[in-house]
């Protein structure tokens, strides 16, 4: 086999590789959208669908691990094609642990499901909504091998971040006005906060996109806006008759 049949054939299964990861995010992307339907909508059935189909992402992930171990075993790539193996790898890693926590609300809005609808609820549709944003953002850069949009979506996440401290805060009091009120928003909780993690990890792609881009971490700080850490809601004392 030539030296040019060598490269070509190096490049299709680069592209392969980049193709795959690109099928795995937008699967990711419907998973996140058909979780948060199914909160909204309180539809058992979609929930289930998207917990079944998480395995479908698990299946993604192996086969880009095994490809990327196939292709540094036998090409033993330098530069540019190493960084195109490596960051396949890590990106791989983000979209799966996003394919679990859209299974992880899909689960919660199951017992959701069964309970009376909460009003802080209606805040988790805003919060869907953006994640989709960031993650489609940030998967077409990845297409486009596109930095700037990579980097904006990236700032976004402190948008995000926002919107997570604000819904704990009102989640929190409305868990103190009324003690029925506790289990149900106790799932909202952790529902915001897988949401607030899809964030996190589709900014970790974005990040490798830059890597993968330019060749160097990006040294900027994250922002973060996530106060939820240091937020203390103080009951109001009861007024006297």
């Keep these: 086999m030539s030296n040019e049949h060598i490269v070509k054939s190096f490049a299709q299964e680069l592209q392969r590789l980049s193709n795959l990861i690109t099928q795995m995010g937008g699967v990711a992307e419907a998973q996140v959208e058909a979780a948060v339907q199914a909160l909204v909508r309180r539809d058992t059935a979609i929930a289930a669908q998207v917990i079944q ?3 479908r992402i698990d299946t993604y992930e192996r086969e880009i691990d095994n490809e990327t171990l196939r292709l540094l075993a036998l090409r033993q790539p ?3 094609d ?4 490596v ?4 990106i791989a890693s983000d979209i799966e642990r996003i394919g679990d926590y859209a299974a992880n609300i899909a689960k919660r809005s199951l017992a959701l499901a069964q309970l009376p609808a909460v009003r802080p609820a ?3 549709p805003r919060m869907g909504r953006l994640v989709q944003e960031i993650m489609k953002e940030v998967l077409d850069a990845f297409i486009e091998r596109d930095v700037d949009k990579a980097v904006a979506a990236r700032r976004r996440d402190e948008e995000l971040d926002d919107l997570y401290t604000s819904l704990f805060r009102e989640v929190l009091t409305y868990m103190m006005e009324d003690p029925r009120n506790i289990t149900p928003c106790t799932h909202l909780l ?3 906060k897988n949401l607030e993690r899809i964030g996190d990890h589709a ?3 974005a990040e490798t996109i830059h890597f993968l881009v330019i060749g160097h ?3 900027t700080e994250r922002p973060k806006g996530d106060e939820s850490s240091f937020t203390v809601v103080t009951p109001q004392p009861e007024l006297q008759g």
Excluded: V
């Design 122 to 124: 209606g805040a988790i």
């Design 53 to 55: 189909s998480d395995l």
């Design 203 to 205: 900014t970790n792609i």
């Design 190 to 192: 952790f529902i915001a």
């Design 82 to 85: 190493l960084r195109e193996i």
């Design 78 to 80: 330098m530069a540019s």
């Design 217 to 219: 971490p990006l040294t």
């Design 87 to 90: 960051s396949a790898l890590k």
